[in-house]
Structure formats: C-alpha cells, structure tokens
T-cell receptor, first 111, second 113 residues
Framework: DAGVTQSPTHLIKTRGQHVTLRCSPI?????VSWYQQVLGQGPQFIFQ???????GRGNFPDRFSARQFPNYSSELNVNALLLGDSALYLC??????????FGPGTRLTVL | QQQVKQSPQSLIVQKGGISIINCAYE??????FPWYQQFPGKGPALLIA?????SEKKEGRFTISFNKSAKQFSLHIMDSQPGDSATYFC????????????FGTGTRLTVIP
C-alpha cells in the first residue's frame, strides 16, 4: 500500500506570494495533520482535520489555512509568505488510533 | 514553551554500543508517546510507541522505558549500527482534543564504525 504522499517535493517562492501544498493520506485514513519543521527543530503542529472538519489548530497566524476534501486528501495554503515560512512542511495521516504516519514533506524556500 | 524536553542534542556512539536518548514532559494529559527516526531530507518514520499503562516496550533493538511518576521516557538502541545514524525525535499526544503530537527538539545520533 502507498504511504502518505505530498506534492510538490520542493518549492521556491518569493516574499508576499502564496503557496498551496497537497497531501494524500494512506488509504482508509480519514485524519490528516499538517506540521512545520524548521531546519534543526522538531515538527510543530499547524492543523488537524478529521472527516473534513477542523479538529485542531496550532499557534500559527491566519495566513495559514487548510482544508480536507471528500476523498480525505488535504491542502495547506499559506498567504503573504515571509522568509520565516521557509521550512519542511509535513503531512501525517492516521486512522482512529493515535498513530500518525508522515509523508516525505514539501521543502518550501521563501526568497 | 517546549512541552516535551529532549536530551542530549547530539550523541556519538561506537558500533555495537548502546544509544540512550531521554525525554521529559509536564502535561499529565499526555497518554501516547512515540519515537520517530528522521533521515536528512525525509519525513519522520515511526519507530516505536508506548502508552502509560506499561513501563517498557521492546521491538527488536529498540526499547522504550517509561516512568510515569517522573514524567520521563527514554529510547534505548541496543547494538547500535552505522545505519542507525539519524535524528531521533520523541513526541507526546493526548487523546482528548486534537490528538496532535508535541515533539522534542531532536537528537542527532552518529554511530561510528
């Protein structure tokens, strides 16, 4: 079975632009979470969606938004990009259990 | 405020030795404690996880020890191999609410041949 997939793999944007990152969960998983991992640090929680409903939001500004589609895939949107948004963005999927499985991430560079 | 504190920041171990990484938490609502392994440029991969109803869990060369009263847990890697060289993250979550993971700051392990 395929694991969590994310696209694109890498992305370069300039300050002020917006970006959309995509995630497909493991087949059968209905929950998707997004994390930001700045170089040298642990992942930080951004959002969690379950059955298309937002279940949790981390301490990130309103420039960050997300949604989950009927097929349980998800998008993370970031508006008005800042240099500090440069990071690895990770998507994790889970079933009804605690275990979260991470995708390979999208490396975002903001210039 | 770091909800999960991890140490050491880096660790160098000889091949065949034991690698030990420690984590501590404050939130008593946490009830799930996984460890993840991450190679450069890759996403974190789940290694092993424990719940507070047991004090130890072993899977192959990896063992989690859990001390509920001290609010501490640790990862032991027995017979460490060069292929184990990676960054290791402890994490914690609570079933109530969003069930999101709070990660430690990571330990970069280097196993010398």
């Amino acid at each position: 079975d395929a694991g969590v997939t994310q696209s694109p793999t890498h992305l370069i944007k300039t300050r002020g632009q917006h970006v959309t990152l995509r995630c497909s969960p493991i087949s059968g998983h209905k929950s998707v979470s997004w994390y930001q991992q700045v170089l040298g640090q642990g992942p930080q929680f951004i959002f969690q969606y379950y059955e298309k409903e937002e279940r949790g939001r981390g301490n990130f500004p309103d420039r960050f938004s997300a949604r989950q589609f009927p097929n349980y895939s998800s998008e993370l949107n970031v508006n008005a990009l800042l240099l500090g948004d440069s990071a690895l963005y990770l998507c994790a999927s889970s079933s009804r259990t605690d275990t979260q499985y991470f995708g390979p991430g999208t490396r975002l560079t903001v210039l | 405020q770091q909800q999960v504190k991890q140490s050491p920041q880096s660790l160098i171990v000889q091949k065949g030795g034991i690698s030990i990484i420690n984590c501590a938490y404050e939130n008593t609502a946490f009830d799930y404690f996984p460890w993840y392994q991450q190679f450069p440029g890759k996403g974190p991969a789940l290694l092993i996880a424990i719940r507070p109803d047991v004090s130890e869990k072993k899977e192959g060369r990896f063992t989690i020890s859990f001390n509920k009263s001290a609010k501490q847990f640790s990862l032991h890697i027995m017979d460490s191999q060069p292929g184990d060289s990676a960054t290791y993250f402890c994490a914690a979550s609570a079933r109530a609410g969003a069930n999101n993971l709070f990660f430690g700051t990571g330990t970069r392990l280097t196993v010398i041949p």
